[in-house]
């Protein structure tokens, strides 16, 4: 029946020239397709050049509440992992982890056993249910610290959400006791959502749907609760805050001030780059938003100028921005294989510095992010794992507690 309707909304976008249509039917093509093992074969591999290496991310919808998968989340890592053996040197697989999988030592012992078994990195995505502080997250983090383990968060509006009750628990949640002190020293106090106790959140009038409270789960600035323990956690917020916000942001700029967060997660992304030395962002699927409505009544080629921006010499976002691209959900706006063209074409218009901005886009930070005591990108052979040391500075939120030197050790098991 899939593939009935998949051929039907395609020939009816090619019939009336509906390249809408036409997307849809590729993605409904990609999203039904047999297994990871012919996804990652016949519908990704062949649009780049031999040697191009993918990091592609598990995700785990087992606890958010929207019915049982035909195929449980062990099962889906168990087909990952053979796309892995099967291309060693050019998948490279991320873990889903949510604390609702177990206690804090369970989810820890679970992502022993599968970084060990060639999983390269950690994916969180809090909007299917949980706020990214949860305690049974502590010892994963400080386990993916210790070995710099790449963690890489969904950080943009929308997406994927939580379906079930929104409980007392997710409504008031359990903060790190910690870092109570310095919250309720706060000023001025925010709250999250009907919390009484202040956060560095201001999520402003929300209506409790369950797609509205996702945005709480998501917000940027939750993570300096996270970091501000675990200060040379390597973190990526992915999409860079979302086309929607950095459009918002670069039609009316917010003003900043030295003692408040930003509110636009764009900005509130930059902020924590600035503050912490291993935060990173990258542009999945974002870059393909440079053209839709998103950023209508902006100059043509507005998203990939900023981007060319931030990864000047000077800039100190330039060796922490990633390349991607979302396969396949970003097929809903446009080819896959354009996104890379595309931007490498504008760049290289500007001249050396251009290509010096793609080779740290898509070779150099990518490398630098991976690099951990369970994988090294050839890149980054002969070189030690370690974080770039956390120092104090002037951005405003909360200020990370004392801590013991971060110095990496051996995985506990044969690296990749």
Not at 120 to 146: C, M
Not at 157 to 169: N, P, V
Not at 172 to 182: F, G, N, R, T
Not at 378 to 394: F, I, L
Request: glycine share 6%.
């Amino acid at each position: 029946m899939t593939t009935i309707l998949v051929r039907v909304v395609g020939l009816l976008g090619k019939r009336f020239r509906l390249p809408l249509l036409t997307r849809y039917a590729a993605f409904l093509d990609i999203g039904s397709g047999v297994s990871q093992v012919s996804l990652f074969e016949k519908q990704l591999l062949p649009h780049y050049p031999p040697g191009t290496r993918f990091v592609v991310l598990a995700l785990n919808m087992d606890h958010m509440s929207a019915g049982q998968a035909t195929l449980n989340y062990e099962s889906q890592l168990w087909q990952l992992l053979e796309v892995r053996k099967r291309h060693p040197d050019t998948c490279l697989p991320f873990l889903c982890i949510d604390p609702r999988m177990g206690s804090a030592e369970q989810n820890l012992a679970f992502v022993k056993k599968w970084l060990c078994r060639g999983f390269v990195g950690l994916k969180l995505y809090p909007s299917l249910g949980f706020f990214p502080f949860d305690e049974r997250l502590d010892l994963v983090y400080e386990y993916a610290q210790l070995h710099q383990v790449p963690v890489l968060t969904h950080c943009s509006r929308g997406g994927i959400y939580y379906q079930g009750e929104l409980t007392h628990q997710l409504r008031w949640p359990q903060l790190p006791a910690d870092l109570l002190p310095q919250i309720h020293a706060a000023n001025p106090p925010f709250k999250l959502g009907d919390n009484s106790l202040p956060l560095p959140v201001k999520p402003g009038k929300l209506s409790f749907r369950n797609d509205h409270f996702s945005d709480l789960l998501l917000e940027p600035r939750l993570y300096d609760l996270v970091l501000a323990r675990f200060p040379e956690l390597k973190l990526c917020l992915a999409h860079y805050g979302g086309g929607d916000e950095i459009a918002a942001e670069l039609k009316n700029p917010e003003k900043l001030t030295p003692t408040a967060p930003p509110t636009n997660w764009y900005q509130g992304v930059r902020w924590l780059m600035r503050k912490y030395p291993n935060v990173y962002t990258d542009v999945a699927f974002t870059l393909a938003e440079g053209t839709t409505a998103v950023f209508r009544g902006q100059p043509k080629d507005i998203l990939f100028e900023t981007l060319a921006q931030d990864l000047q010499v000077d800039s100190p976002y330039q060796d922490r921005l990633l390349f991607g691209t979302d396969f396949f959900l970003v097929s809903r706006l446009q080819p896959e294989k354009t996104l890379a063209g595309e931007l490498t074409q504008y760049l290289l218009q500007t001249g050396p510095t251009g290509a010096k901005a793609w080779q740290h886009l898509a070779t150099d930070n990518p490398a630098r992010f991976l690099h951990s005591s369970f994988y090294t990108p050839v890149e980054r052979r002969g070189q030690p794992v370690g974080p770039q040391p956390y120092t104090p500075n002037a951005e405003p939120g909360l200020t990370p507690l004392p801590r013991a030197a971060v110095s990496p050790q051996p995985a506990p098991c044969q690296p990749a």
